[in-house]
């Protein structure tokens, strides 16, 4: 037991240092090759705070361990808007300006939506994987043409200030391929620490990807969305949260599938996760879009989304019999 605790702590540590350089790498790299901030921005960073979701649950669906990788996925959604922006939002309130993370959270809802429909027969094969990820790639493809034509938006300001001063091309070639490399052995001694928890408790590896792998892999997007938030840049810190979402349900989901497909899936995985993962989302839509004034997520809604956040672990901890 002491050594599968060992190896999650030290998975989770070097998770994300390793996920932090490789943003940082990829993003000195892409500027210097000219990439526009806004662009860098929606695409290597927000890739960049779902990578340890990606490489996680590709390592888990290698292993044989798929409902690892769709816990890890769900959950990590579930973190994103409950305890991430629960937390930033006590910080400092959040105000929603950037027209392009406006135009992303009605995608948001559409790709939740799709993965409900997929995962209604109990299963996810190659065919249900591959549709994921070529979802994938046309949002990556639709972000980036929103990136490049939309001038003067305020997430293109955020950008601009928070990716400059840059390391030099060399160290930013460095970095990348660093990151890249102690992030996937970090994913791999989390996997090997989750499964072996798992396998002493008697605890399916849906729960624990849902909850100690989940919190674990969120992890950069929580400091990512603290540090924006309190440098006033607002819209990063929940562009990070939506684009993680979008990314976690079509590329983390998809990858785990393809590798190894999913069969006789937990019912609870649609009822209980995805119903709670589906009901933050349109919490965060109504929030971030205003009623009666712009999108502004207080720290009212900040309590109220951390709460839900601490209601639905205790209710995972109550199923099976820890409380």
Known sequence: MFLFTLAIITGFVLLVWSA???????????????????????????????????????????????????????????????????????????????????????????????????????????????????????????????????????????????????????????????????????????VFGAVGIAESFGVSELIIGLTIVALGTSLPELAASVVAVKKGEHDIAIGNVVGSNMFNILAVIGIAAVIHPMTNLDPEVLYRDWSVMFALTIALFIMAYGIKSRGRIGRFEGALLLTSYVAYNSYLGYTLGAF
Do not use: C
């Open 20 to 190: 932090d350089k490789f943003v940082d790498g990829a993003a000195a790299t892409a500027k210097h090759l000219g990439m526009p901030s806004l662009l860098v921005g929606v695409l290597i960073v927000g890739f960049g705070t779902s990578a340890p979701e990606m490489v996680v649950s590709a390592m888990a669906a290698l292993d044989g361990k798929p409902a690892l990788a769709l816990g890890n996925a769900i959950g990590s959604n579930i973190v994103n808007i409950s305890l991430i922006l629960g937390v930033t939002a006590l910080v400092a309130p959040i105000v929603v300006n950037s027209k392009i993370v406006r135009k992303e959270l009605p995608l948001l809802i559409v790709i939740t939506l799709l993965s409900g429909a997929l995962l209604y027969d109990g299963s996810l094969g190659l065919y249900e994987g591959l549709l994921l990820l070529v979802g994938f790639f046309s949002v990556i493809g639709w972000s980036a043409y929103s990136a490049l034509t939309s001038k003067g938006d305020t997430l293109e300001d955020d950008m601009d200030q928070e990716l400059t001063p840059l390391m030099s091309l060399r160290a930013g070639i460095t970095w990348l391929i660093v990151g890249l490399l102690v992030l996937v052995a970090s994913s791999r001694l989390l």
